[in-house]
């Protein structure tokens, strides 16, 4: 799989891509990465790349024609044939779609991704109707530039990789992962760990097995699997339910699961109710 990065600040990666897991992608051919000066594409004497907008308004908008040849400089299928051929444009900005695991796995069995960071007050909208095939933003805040999202909409798509990471199973256990159903389409029985299904992961222990008066949970150093698959599961739920409510109507649960959480919604309605007494 290949990135191309279109960017203002090609020396922000400068040391993103020599560590941990992309640098082993990249030293092992599982993953190409290319860093290009958007300047190299503007042909005036400054090498301007920016100017500022019609009908007024604060701040400088980058400018379509050195975005729109720099993607072109790359030699991929027009517009309407990249689906088919397994490429996609995306420009970076706070307008776009907002970044998912989901999405991070759609690109993944992509062979080509360019990424164009946005920067200043905003890029030309021409670039995004003729240029780009999605807009994608990775949060709901502003960066000063779209360098940042490019690095983590990249990290999070190369470890979906087949042979990134040392163990594959360990981008299908964690956050955001797919449900028991879509991991064991072999039949296979599955381990000590359930399908996130959209949940957040459960708490992660190792050793010692005490630790300044707090000892790691029981049942997992009891040796029964179901008993740590269900452990693990509502603790997921708990963490869910506290941290982000906001999955829980997406997430993928079984009737134990719903059953779980309104009893732990009680619990925890009591407690508030009881504290605000």
């Known amino acids: 799989m290949r990135f191309d990065i279109i960017t203002i600040f090609p020396g922000f ?35 301007t790349v920016d100017d500022r907008p019609f009908g007024g308004g604060e701040g400088m908008v980058l400018k379509p024609e050195p975005l729109a ?30 970044f998912s695991q989901g999405m991070a ?22 670039v995004n109707e003729l240029v780009a095939d999605q807009e994608l933003s990775i949060g709901d805040y502003v960066l000063s530039g779209g360098e940042l999202a490019a690095a983590v909409v990249l990290d999070a798509t190369m470890r979906l990789l087949p042979g990134v990471l040392g163990n594959e199973a360990s981008s299908e256990y964690e956050s955001f992962g797919q449900s028991d159903e879509l991991l064991n389409r072999t039949g296979t029985a599955l381990c000590s760990t359930h399908g996130a299904g959209g949940l957040l ?73 009881k504290d605000s007494v």
């Open 69 to 98: 040849e720099a993607v072109e400089h790359l030699g991929l299928a027009p517009k309407a044939e990249r689906v088919a051929q397994r490429e996609t444009v995306i420009l970076l900005s706070a307008q776009g779609r907002k």
């Open 105 to 126: 796995r759609d690109l993944a069995q992509t062979k080509r991704v360019v990424l164009l960071c946005g920067r200043y007050e905003g890029v030309d909208e021409r």
């Open 13 to 47: 990666f400068a040391g993103i891509f020599e560590h941990g897991v992309v640098k082993r992608a990249i030293q092992g051919g599982l993953l190409a990465v290319g860093v290009h000066d958007l300047r190299e594409f503007a042909h005036d004497r400054h090498r």
């Open 201 to 273: 992961d459960y708490p992660h222990y190792t050793r010692p097995a005490e630790f300044r008066g707090l000892v790691v949970p029981e049942v997992l150093s009891g040796g029964n699997h179901e008993q740590i698959r269900r452990w693990r599961r509502e603790r997921a739920l708990e963490k869910t339910l506290r941290n982000r409510p906001d999955l829980l109507p997406h997430a993928e649960l079984s009737a134990e699961d719903r059953r779980f959480l309104r009893a732990l919604e009680q619990r925890l309605g009591g407690a508030q109710s």
